[in-house]
């Protein structure tokens, strides 16, 4: 799983810049590849599984008096009363205008877009944090915009937490009081309408298939640690819910994206030798085997200034056979706008099924790791990769190594978080020197400098 070599898969003989002494069914891998380039291509050669880990069972002993605590109703010293909370969502438009066209900040997952959100967002927890609701209130998070007859809307969601024993109506009465009287005096730009502000009850299913329309939106279990792929952190469904595996034959070799339902990004050398569409494979969820969800390929688009051995202009768009509906478990990526910045020191994950070090096999589970983005400056050092490092590519990892993507991580998501928590694809798996070693982090290609490319080609 990410670690950072990243040997393009050839048919017969697979050579790579260092021997390796490993001969999988798709032909032996040699010492005779001595591009220019440092680094071998993070496709997979090989589809062993590593053995299931086994659950390991807790029993929890509870005693006489604790389990007679609990049946009366009585608590030990110190301790509070539980307090049983139910969770209250809720649709809402807010009405409101704002001085800037509506064509400048409509389009989901743009600069303009999260800066309306976000200002309306905080407008909206400011009222209910200085309200009798604030220890009920959890999240409000803008969904869309729309454009009316007589201004625009924001669509979003409220989540509360409210006592089990509180009275449905009551709580919906004191949500419309709040928003109606307290976000008059909310301060904007945009100015906000709250007279006509409307709200809707909603369930967990309802709520659930808005969050999935939304990009970049995922169940978040990850803790904020330097979690490690090479070495292998096992994800939790709906984690990274657009990480696609690319199969050839049946044969995990690639990783993907999902950036619209029926459109992924991958690397270009992944399809450099295997190109016939009707032979590859897309699958969704946690695992290869079983997959979530499963769709061919209609047609492949490599950028046309990709040329082997070079390592540039690795990116390709693939179109799916039949579109993904969007669940829990699978759904998009956002893309950046072209003019957007990721800047050392923002959060990154990079995910992926491939190797936990160099010339190790396929994982049947999602791996993720955390890896720091590395300016450029830095990773075209001699010591690094000596100007190897275009415009078109990131680094990411750690020069310190350990932190990296690998073999069978290929064409895979490298992305990162706004101040909403809404995610972002930065870089596409591409290429390094060995996996998780010192001063040879992962190079991925840059998603910003091909912007215009994949909307040219996908329309998103």
């Given at each position: 799983m990410p670690c950072a070599v990243y040997a393009s898969f050839l048919p017969g003989n697979v050579t790579v810049r260092?021997?390796?002494g490993k001969q999988g069914e798709q032909g032996n891998v040699t010492s005779e590849y001595q591009l220019h380039s440092?680094?071998?291509?993070?496709?997979?050669?090989?589809?062993e599984r590593s053995p299931a880990h086994e659950a390991v069972d807790r029993v929890w002993m509870r005693t006489p008096v604790l389990q007679i605590s609990v049946s009366t109703g009585l608590f030990l010293a110190g301790q509070q009363c539980i307090d049983h909370r139910k969770t209250y969502n809720y649709?809402?438009?807010?009405?409101?205008?704002?001085?800037?066209?509506?064509?400048?900040?409509?389009?989901e997952a743009s600069k303009n877009f999260t800066e309306m959100s976000q200002k309306i967002e905080l407008m909206v927890k400011n009222v209910f944090h200085k309200s009798s609701l604030r220890g009920d209130f959890v999240k409000c998070q803008i969904i869309k915009f729309s454009q009316e007859e007589h201004g625009v809307l924001a669509h979003m969601l409220l989540i509360f937490r409210f006592r089990s024993t509180e009275d449905p109506e009551t709580i919906n009465k004191n949500i419309q009081r709040v928003l109606h009287k307290k976000l008059r005096d909310a301060v904007g730009p945009p100015k906000l309408h709250p007279e006509s502000v409307q709200i809707k009850k909603i369930n967990k299913t309802e709520t659930d298939n808005f969050l999935n329309n939304c990009c970049g939106t995922r169940r978040s279990k990850t803790t904020r640690q330097g979690l490690r792929i090479v070495g292998g952190t096992e994800v939790e469904e709906g984690e990274w819910p657009w990480q696609a595996s690319l199969q050839w034959d049946g044969i995990h070799r690639c990783g993907a994206t999902l950036i619209n339902d029926t459109w992924l990004t991958g690397a270009a050398h992944c399809f450099r030798t295997y190109k016939d569409p009707a032979r590859w494979t897309a699958s969704f969820g946690v695992t290869i085997?079983?997959?979530k969800m499963q769709r061919g390929l209609r047609r492949i688009i490599v950028h046309e200034k990709y040329k082997y051995p070079s390592h540039d202009y690795d990116i390709a768009v693939a179109e799916l056979s039949s579109p993904v509906p969007y669940t829990n478990a699978v759904h998009r990526i956002c893309l950046p706008d072209a003019s957007h910045e990721f800047k050392p020191g923002d959060e990154m994950f990079v995910t992926g099924f491939g190797a936990l070090q160099s010339d190790g096999n396929t994982q049947n589970h999602?791996?993720?790791?955390?890896?720091?983005?590395?300016?450029?400056?830095?990773?075209?050092?001699p010591r690094a990769y000596n100007n190897a490092i275009t415009p078109r590519m990131l680094c990411a990892g750690s020069l310190q190594g350990k932190r990296d993507a690998c073999q069978g991580d290929s064409g895979g998501p490298l992305v990162s978080p706004d101040a909403r928590d809404i995610w972002y694809l930065a870089g596409i798996v591409s290429w390094g020197d060995e996996c998780g070693q010192p001063n040879k982090p992962g190079v991925y290609t840059r998603v910003t400098a091909f912007r215009n490319w994949i909307a040219s080609k996908t329309g998103v």
């Open positions: 260092r021997e390796a440092q680094a071998r291509k993070k496709e997979w050669s090989s589809h649709y809402s438009t807010l009405p409101f205008t704002s001085n800037k066209l509506y064509d400048n900040f409509g389009k085997k079983p997959p999602l791996q993720q790791v955390q890896v720091d983005l590395i300016d450029t400056k830095t990773c075209n050092k």
